[in-house]
């Protein structure tokens, strides 16, 4: 059983770099798909719109579908078809396929990004310890490499054909192969609301808080990388060279406090982590609202890398763990599909909202807006503690006791 979900750990994490390369790749060359279609500033924000929005109706269509096929069969064919629509996205030729590829890849990424959190949750539950932070460390590796590649693909003037095509050849196969050994949690699917055994579980309201976070964090998150160059540049007064580096730290320190942030949850349990996080952000966002040069803001953008990375794979461990204590191992499913619409909730949310106030109001001041918002995760910061008298089912292993605890339960 070790070896297998060893195997069903590393088969996912790649899932989850793959993610990130097809990802970043689109939304790094948004300029370049703008000028091959010939899509206008008036019609470009209705496209990229489009994508979270039909994302979420993928998340929603994905928690409905996860009663009948389990979440390793979602991900294992969505994962291909994000990838032959980023393909597509890069070879066509005309305004209508660009928005038949787009939808592809907006539907695809709603149930690939639900179908893998659920994954990553229910391995944490095997697991019995916090791991979720390790898989999203492994998507901000996959946007650093999907946005080097980009680059590349930019300085070389290559067509986006030309860039995107090799990394389809290469990822596809590897993110097939690879399937094969995802670990479902072999669970029973449970209708939404109920337990096991059929008795009401007070449906998802306790879910609220926990979207809440996940609106906030992606605010927080589309904003630096849709501001950041814009904010260093014209507000800040740095070359267009340097407005560039801020999202490529972000970026850094983002993969950094992934990459250590499971062993804080195992130490500290997940509350203080959280509230650590969310204090960080929000003293990362005060340094950029109030930064006198470009060095300062950019001292920012990585206190907001370090803030920001543990508030996304700790709301969907949070939301997995207490759906199996609310309503028995197949809630959890439900819960990560729901709480993902949120994702897209956010990202919608954060960029026209910035934007708007920093055309209206100051640049300046817009920051302080996220800033304000990502402290409201303080209030809620509890929501992420297990309950301790519906801890330790029989579907749970004895460690599972380290995740996502107080300290008071070390």
């Not at 979900?5 to 370049?32: H, K, N």
């Not at 990459?259 to 949850?265: E, F, K, R, W």
């Not at 920001?308 to 499913?333: I, N």
Request: charged share 10%; proline share 4%.
């Amino acid at each position: 059983m070790t070896d297998v979900l060893r195997r069903g750990r590393v088969s996912l994490a790649f899932g989850f770099l793959v993610q990130g390369v097809a990802f970043a790749l689109l939304v790094t060359r948004i300029p370049a798909i703008q000028d091959r279609y010939g899509v206008s500033d008036a019609l470009l924000p209705v496209f990229l719109a489009a994508v979270p929005i039909l994302a979420g109706v993928g998340s929603v269509t994905t928690e409905r579908l996860v009663r009948r096929v389990p979440p390793s069969r979602v991900l294992r064919w969505s994962q291909p078809v994000v990838l032959l629509a980023l393909l597509g996205v890069g070879a066509g030729e005309h305004m209508a396929g660009l928005g038949v590829a787009l939808a592809a890849f907006g539907l695809a990424v709603g149930a690939l990004d639900a179908s893998m959190n659920m994954l990553g949750v229910s391995l944490q539950r095997a697991y019995g310890r916090s791991i979720m932070l390790s898989f999203h460390a492994a998507y901000s590796a996959g946007g650093i490499v999907g946005a080097s590649l980009a680059w590349a693909g930019a300085h070389w003037g290559l067509a986006l054909w030309v860039s995107y095509l090799p990394v389809v050849l290469v990822l596809l196969p590897a993110a097939l192969a690879g399937s094969r050994w995802y670990v479902d949690g072999g669970e029973q699917r449970a209708v939404p609301g109920t337990t096991e055994g059929g008795r009401t579980a007070g449906g998802l309201a306790w879910l609220l808080p926990l979207c809440l976070v996940m609106t906030v964090a992606y605010i927080g998150d589309s904003t630096v990388s849709n501001w950041s160059a814009k904010y260093l540049q014209d507000v800040l007064g740095s070359s267009e060279q340097l407005a560039t580096v801020p999202y490529n730290v972000y970026m850094v320190t983002t993969l950094l406090g992934r990459a250590i942030g499971d062993v804080g949850v195992r130490r500290f349990g997940a509350v203080p982590v959280v509230r650590a996080g969310a204090l960080v952000a929000a003293v990362g966002f005060a340094v950029v609202a109030g930064a006198p040069g470009a060095w300062v803001g950019m001292l920012g953008f990585t206190l907001l890398g370090l803030g920001l990375c543990v508030l996304v794979p700790q709301t969907f461990a949070a939301a997995g763990r207490q759906a199996v204590e609310r309503g028995g191992p197949g809630a959890s499913d439900a819960a990560v599909a729901r709480l993902n619409v949120f994702n897209y909730v956010g990202f919608l949310i954060g960029s026209p909202l910035v934007g708007a106030l920093g055309d209206t109001w100051s640049y300046r001041g817009a920051m302080l807006v996220p800033m304000v918002l990502v402290l409201v995760t303080l209030v809620y910061a509890r929501s992420f503690a297990a309950e301790p008298d519906r801890y330790g089912g029989g579907h749970e292993r004895a460690r599972t006791a380290d995740v996502g605890r107080g300290s008071d339960g070390l």
